[in-house]
């Protein structure tokens, strides 16, 4: 038997790859310890059992290098496939659901039941422990159910009064259950529905749900996982994507028309949240397998970070 190591597979040039990724992904890793990070998952993403695994994956590597992690999640998706499956309509305005009491019950079961769950599983199976919750639990959210408003016609420009049902806008956060659950070791998983004060729940949007969560907590990180590679130039040219912005910059992208679509309240929200105090938001595909990782570890990133000012240049690794 020889004395002699076992060759590697890849030989020297894959090594010379792995090692210059571990010089990028150390310093970011010593910078994140210790620190907040807010995710927020779309529905599709949960839908992906492939993608939520490795986003499963990339959350739990975070929390076991010290970063304190809280997830907060939608389901928009599972929610209008199950009203199908139900022979209940699902109505939108301006992309937001028009929630009446069929669509309450649906949101419900789908939301704080089915989607929760899951992920719990997802983090559970890479070794976190997981706590889920809605916004009512431990009166994390203070919300009011939406007014009747009047919203113009995108195609006609005539107005007309809209009801929105059981959709709640958030008045206030109380953090302090997640503080709690994350400094003994926990990730929640947030669940999008709240109740007002005298009881009645109300089904309210994600993003808003993860940026009030994110600007409590005094977060350091903010993601937001959808499913394009970030904010692009044009959806046409995969070579488009804009890896830095400030708050102003978006804001122009958007007056501009090149940000379109779903992904206007995507970056209103990470622009909200940087002139909030937290210091980098950021837009990424969480389809793409390790995004986080990939983002928050290594030089070149692979989605759009939004920060209020401009930020130097990451130097180069050798």
Known sequence: MSDSPAPRNGGDAEADLDVNILRQALPYMRQ???????AKLGGHLVKDRVALDYLAADLALLHHIGMRVCVVHGGGPQATELQEKLGVEPQF???????????????KMVFAGKINLEMLAALRGH??????????????????RREVREMKDPVTGATRSVDFGHVGDIEGVDTSLLRVLMEAGYVPVVASLGADEKGSILNINADNVALEMAVDLKADKFLNLTQVPGVMRSLSDPDSLVTD???EEAEGLVRQGLVKGGMIPKVRTCVEAVKRGIPRAHILNGLEPHAILLELFTVRGTGTMITLKPEPPAPAVG
């Not at 994140?32 to 807010?38: A, C, F, M």
């Not at 937001?96 to 069929?102: L, N």
């Not at 070794?127 to 009011?144: E, K, N, P, Q």
């Open 127 to 144: 070794g976190l422990r997981v706590v889920g919750l809605t916004g009512v639990s431990g009166g994390l959210i203070r919300a009011r």
């Open 93 to 107: 305005v301006e992309g937001r659901r028009v929630t009446d009491d069929a669509t309450l019950e649906v949101v």
């Open 245 to 247: 912005l400030t708050a």
């Open 32 to 38: 994140h310890r210790g620190k907040t990070l807010v």
